[in-house]
């Protein structure tokens, strides 16, 4: 009970920081950030990889040569703790990526902090951390393939997968 | 590899002759007028080894040419043509069409089915030989044999050891940006006989490293869903291996100058930190232990020194340490962001990438942090590597995407010291994070 009334008080908290926060990224439809969720019977199915996506949002956005999560970064990765919690037997892999504008060792560097940062925040909300496991792909999987601000914004990112459940 | 004989031709080399009096490059000096060089086509006895003295000839000027200190004379303008590489030149004939530097070569065919390939070096102003030198090899590696009679000229008229002999080990680029097949592959300095050496279908190679003393290399390998490892490749043998298994991601490898031990990063919760595995205990010693991300060792030609990557200090700067890791210390205070040292094989220098101002800049810097230099600037360009002289710095350099996100190739080149004579290097298609060989035993 306690630790549901502690992650209440982050969305509260959450949900203000992200109202002030209009600086996040550029964000197309295949970014799947796209939050708004509804019950539909024809939805995919519960527990699944997309279901993950549309429900909590699998990525979560760094500003540039930046590891901290954003309030919204937060927030998405709260969403994800409460899935978690739904398919208990889910195992994930947090993948850290980066913008090309960076040399390609340090970037390996950068991306490992931004799936470490993300998956501690996801073990601070209750998340067993035997079933995270991390990945730095560097600047080297790109989503976005084009050399704009708004490429590299979705670029710098940490991206949750389902890569096992149980049951 | 196939090997290569060499033989002085002392025999009927002239006397040597007061160094003053020769005709010689200094390659410290920004500004050379590229040295007027005279080349013909090496002569043989039949159509084969004609042939062949063809095409030794057109490597040799390639090689002499590109290095940015020759001008090679077009053939179409020489007057003499050379009957025998033991007859003497007829000079006023070369000194017409201006040329210092003459270098007259005979390719014959040895009795064992090899082929001996003999080369004079001649001073066209003083009249004199420079020196002679003649390589026994087998015939399908002529290539070799025209590299090392470039090294030779090079080495006579600079004084230097040359690196024409060489090869570059680079990751070769197939697909779209977002799904990247990148492959190990292998070639000749000037871009000839490129072999792939890993298929890239299981696993991304990411900046591979040629050991200083033998023909192996370690690189990173880029896996799905696991953190990528560091491994060692043979190229002799064809064996890989994964240099230690490790929880956390380890990459940025580099052989020390001996080739003994293998510097990386390894990485654990996140955080990375450098250390140096000895290749024949496989043991592990940890150099630095601090909470910024510490990458991109590189260590001095002595040994004694490691300069690498941190962003201790909030941005990413080139910091110096003991081998043992202590007495670290900054040496970059620019504006901008400083990576990816790599110590020259001289030893007096630390090249580098510099981002400023949304652009990325190759450049050298002293071990001690003065002398600051940059050769090239571009949208993106980054991952230097020496030629073992220590003349040519080659790297990769990559174009931005149109708008659509097509587009957008990565490319090898190379810069002199002086930041002159920046040329692109040929590869078979996308080429990315060059590592020069040392020269070929």
């Not at chain 1, 908290?13 to 539909?40: F, H, Q, Y």
């Not at chain 1, 949002?57 to 999560?69: I, N, S, W």
């Not at chain 2, 070799?144 to 230097?160: C, I, N, S």
Request: proline fraction near 6%; charge should be neutral; glycine fraction near 8%.
């Amino acid at each position: 009970m306690m630790k549901f009334f502690k992650i209440a008080g982050i969305f509260a908290s959450l949900a203000l920081v992200a109202a002030c926060a209009s600086t996040g990224p550029d964000l197309d439809a295949s970014a799947g950030a796209d939050t708004t969720t509804s019950a539909a019977p024809t939805g995919p199915v519960p527990g699944s990889q997309a279901d993950l996506e549309n429900s909590a949002g699998h990525r979560v956005f760094f500003g540039y040569d930046e590891y901290t999560l954003t309030g919204e970064a937060q927030a998405t990765l709260a969403r994800q703790a409460a899935w978690l919690k739904e398919y208990p037997e889910t195992r994930i892999l947090v993948a850290g990526n980066c913008d090309e504008r960076g040399t390609r060792e340090y970037n390996l560097a950068l991306g490992a902090r931004r799936a470490e940062a993300a998956k501690s925040y996801l073990v601070s909300l209750g998340v067993d951390a035997s079933r995270i496991t991390t990945v730095s792909y560097g600047k080297e999987r790109p989503i976005d393939p084009r050399s704009t601000e708004a490429a590299w914004s979705v670029n710098r990112n940490a991206t949750t997968t389902i890569t096992g459940a149980g049951a | 590899m196939k090997r290569l004989l060499i033989i002085l031709l002392t025999a009927i080399a002239v006397a040597a002759t007061p160094a003053a009096a020769r005709v010689t490059i200094d390659i410290t000096q920004g500004n050379v007028d590229p040295m007027p060089v005279a080349a013909p086509n090496f002569l043989g006895a039949d159509e084969a080894t004609q042939g062949l003295g063809r095409d030794i000839t057109g490597v040799i000027m390639n090689d002499l040419d590109r290095s940015g200190l020759f001008q090679v004379i077009d053939q179409r303008a020489y007057i003499e043509k050379p009957e025998s590489v033991n007859q003497r030149p007829r000079f006023a004939d070369w000194r017409i069409i201006n040329a210092q530097v003459l270098i007259v070569g005979e390719v014959e065919e040895l009795s064992d089915g090899r082929i001996q390939v003999a080369t004079r070096v001649w001073d066209v102003y003083s009249d004199e030989q420079l020196g002679a030198v003649a390589f026994k090899t087998p015939a399908d590696n002529w290539r070799r044999a025209a590299h090392k009679v470039a090294d030779f000229v090079y080495k006579t008229l600079t004084g230097e050891d040359g690196y024409f002999d060489t090869r570059i080990v680079f990751v070769h680029e197939t697909g779209p940006k977002e799904k990247r097949v990148k492959r190990l592959m292998i070639m000749d300095q000037d871009g000839a006989n490129p072999i792939p050496l890993t298929d890239g279908l299981n696993y991304q190679v990411l900046t591979p490293r040629f050991s200083p003393t033998q023909q192996q290399i370690t690189y990173m390998a880029l896996f799905d869903n696991r953190p990528g490892q560091v491994y060692l490749f043979n190229i002799e043998t064809g064996e890989q291996e994964q240099l230690g298994t490790f929880r956390g991601m380890t990459f940025a490898p580099r052989f020390s100058p001996d080739g003994r031990e293998v510097m990386m990063s390894m990485e654990r919760n996140g955080n990375s930190d450098i250390f140096n595995m000895d290749l024949s205990t496989r043991r592990l010693t940890r150099l630095t232990d601090n909470p910024s991300v510490d990458v991109s060792p590189t260590m001095s030609p002595d040994g004694r020194r490691i300069a690498f990557t941190s962003d201790r200090g909030g941005t990413p700067q080139i910091y110096t340490m003991n081998a043992d890791g202590s007495n670290q210390k900054r040496i970059t205070f620019g504006q901008g962001r400083y990576q990816t040292p790599v110590w020259s094989p001289r030893g007096d220098l630390i090249a580098f990438t510099r981002q400023y101002n949304g652009r990325f800049y190759i450049g050298v810097i002293r071990p001690d942090g003065t002398g600051e230099r940059l050769l090239t600037e571009s949208y993106l360009e980054e991952g230097p590597t020496w030629s073992p002289n220590g003349r040519v710095i080659m790297f990769y350099r990559q174009t931005p995407t149109r708008r659509d996100g097509t587009g957008g190739s990565s490319q090898l080149w190379s810069v002199d010291l002086t930041g002159r004579n920046l040329r692109r290097v040929r590869t078979p298609g996308d080429a990315s994070d060059p590592a020069w060989s040392p020269l070929l035993p």
